[in-house]
Structures are given as structure tokens and as C-alpha cells.
């Protein structure tokens, strides 16, 4: 490859990175597209320059965000973005497979992230969990006060008072599942960007070739699904808080490999990639297809859907 050429694609992901942060200074709704994206020109350059490169680039941009906006900024970049970004590069340089690539990543930054918002949260008079109960309760007052406003009966609108006080309550009580659950989706995400990335620009040398529709989490994970179930149902104060965090997390889990099943039926029978589209549009929109995926998931240990284990056995 020409060395020219070779500079250039070495630049890239810097150029990317910077960008995406100064987007987000200059439209701040972009805040989600870099919450996702801001890893993953981070992993390419550590993948492809080294360990060494991989940290200055983090160095470079903690710098310049604890000067543009503020200590607490740049240390929740640390916290969620680059320790992501250096386990998940470190474990795909070792090829580990990439459901440990994302679970330990992810649980690290989320785990950290906690405890970095506990400590800042420290010196407060107020603790974390009170208020982000404050921010929910702000959002449902506002709408309770536009339907007063529209003249709704105050029967339905004291009731619907009511659930809100209990909604925001449960909320802020999982707060910390909320914080893991994105960082299990964003660490999804990129090391699906690097798959696909690095798989057309360098071959699929650091990648297992198994697909997203042959995943199966282990099987393992079905007694914290069973015992965080039982804790959030039948337990009472922290114990029902624990289970209730525990839960939503396990039941993310079931609801990716559920996924995992359909991809699989709809790969296998070669359904047009617009019926993929619609059917994926309708399983985010309806809360009942959600539980129906997710209970896929679960039951997918006993019934091998996908006949995979019957494939292992035979190999």
C-alpha cells in the first residue's frame, strides 16, 4: 500500500473522534450518536496502531474535554467510553470470543460508572438515587398539569398521579441496571462496527466466524434470571431494589438471544431484508412482542430452537 494512502487511513479514526465530540458541542442532541459511536475509532486505532497509541489517543481527548468542559465530563469519558474502548481492544487483539468481549467491557464501564457517580455524588445533599427520582417526578408533573389543562376527569388524573409517583419510585430505584443496559448496548454496537470494519479493510483474522444468529449466552445466567425474579417479586426494600436491577439486566440478555433466534429463522428461510425491517420495527414498538422475544430467549435452554447443541453434540 502506498505510504500516503497508509497515513491517511491511519488518520481516520482520529479525525473521527474529534468530530464526534465537536458535533456534540455544536448540536448537543448528537449526544446519543456519541454515546454509541465515540468507542469505536478509539478500539480500530488501538487494533490497528498498538496499545500505546490506543492510550495517547484517550489521553489527547481527555485533555481536551477537561479543558472545554469540565473535571466531571472528562472523568465519566473515562469511565464509560474509554475503559470500554481499552478491555474491548485488549480482549479482541487476544480473540476472545465476542460475547466476553462485550459482557466484561461493558459490565466494567458500567460498574465504574456507578461508582463515579456515587462519588460525585457524595459530597451532595442529595443522593443518586433521589435525584434522578426528582428529574422522573419533574417530567410526569409537567405532563399530569397538561392533562388538568385539557380538562381530563380528576378522578382518572389523581389515579394517574398515583401510578406516576409509583413509576418514578421503581425508576430511580434501577437506576444502576439503566446505566449497565447501555453499557451492554453500546458495547454490542461497536464491537459490531469493528467486526464489520475491520473484517472488509483487514480480514476476519481477529474475529471467530460465528455469527450473532448461533449465540447462546450461557446457560448459567437462567439462576440469575430465576433468583433476581424471586428476590424482585417476593423480597421487600433493598432486596427488592437488587432483584429488580438484576432482572431488567438478565432479561436484556434473554431478549438479545431471542433476537439471536430470529435472525436465525429469518437467515434460514431467506426472508427479504424489508420484511426484516418491518419486523424488527414492530418487536421495538409492542411491549407484548418484547416479552414474547425475550421469553424465547429463556426457553431456548430447554427447547434448542435453533438445534445447535444437537450440532455440538454430533461434532
Not at 433521589?130 to 409537567?142: K, L, P, V
Amino acid at each position: 500500500m502506498p505510504e500516503p494512502l497508509q497515513q491517511k487511513k491511519l488518520l481516520v479514526p482520529v479525525v473521527l473522534v474529534f468530530f464526534l465530540f465537536f458535533a456534540l458541542m455544536v448540536f448537543p442532541p448528537l449526544g446519543a450518536l456519541v454515546g454509541v459511536l465515540s468507542p469505536f475509532p478509539i478500539i480500530f486505532l488501538y487494533l490497528q496502531r498498538g496499545r500505546q497509541v490506543g492510550i495517547i489517543l484517550i489521553a489527547l481527548i481527555f485533555v481536551m474535554l477537561l479543558l472545554l468542559v469540565g473535571p466531571n465530563q472528562a472523568m465519566l469519558f473515562l469511565a464509560e467510553y474509554a475503559l470500554l474502548a481499552l478491555l474491548m481492544g485488549e480482549m479482541i487483539r487476544f480473540r476472545l470470543p465476542g460475547d466476553r468481549c462485550i459482557g466484561i467491557s461493558a459490565l466494567a464501564s458500567g460498574f465504574v460508572s456507578i461508582v463515579l457517580l456515587l462519588a460525585l455524588f457524595s459530597d451532595q445533599d442529595t443522593s443518586v438515587k433521589a435525584f434522578f427520582e426528582e428529574q422522573i417526578r419533574a417530567h410526569f408533573s409537567q405532563s399530569m398539569e397538561a392533562f388538568e389543562s385539557m380538562g381530563e376527569n380528576k378522578t382518572e388524573v389523581a389515579e394517574m398521579k398515583a401510578f406516576a409517583e409509583r413509576t418514578a419510585e421503581v425508576f430511580a430505584a434501577s437506576y444502576p441496571a439503566f446505566l449497565l443496559i447501555g453499557s451492554l448496548i453500546g458495547a454490542a454496537a461497536n464491537y459490531a462496527l469493528i467486526r464489520i470494519a475491520w473484517t472488509r479493510l483487514y480480514g476476519p483474522g481477529l474475529f471467530s466466524g460465528r455469527t450473532f444468529s448461533e449465540w447462546v449466552c450461557s446457560e448459567n445466567l437462567i439462576w440469575g434470571f430465576i433468583l433476581s425474579g424471586a428476590a424482585l417479586f417476593l423480597g421487600q426494600g433493598m432486596l427488592a431494589d437488587a432483584g429488580l436491577n438484576i432482572f431488567l439486566v438478565m432479561l436484556v440478555i434473554y431478549f438479545a438471544q431471542g433476537l439471536s433466534i430470529v435472525v436465525h429463522f429469518l437467515k434460514a428461510r431467506n426472508v427479504q431484508v424489508v420484511f426484516w425491517f418491518v419486523l424488527f420495527i414492530l418487536i421495538f414498538v409492542q411491549p407484548l412482542l418484547i416479552g414474547l422475544v425475550a421469553g424465547l430467549g429463556v426457553f431456548d435452554i430447554w427447547a434448542d430452537f435453533r438445534k445447535l447443541r444437537s450440532v455440538e453434540d454430533i461434532t
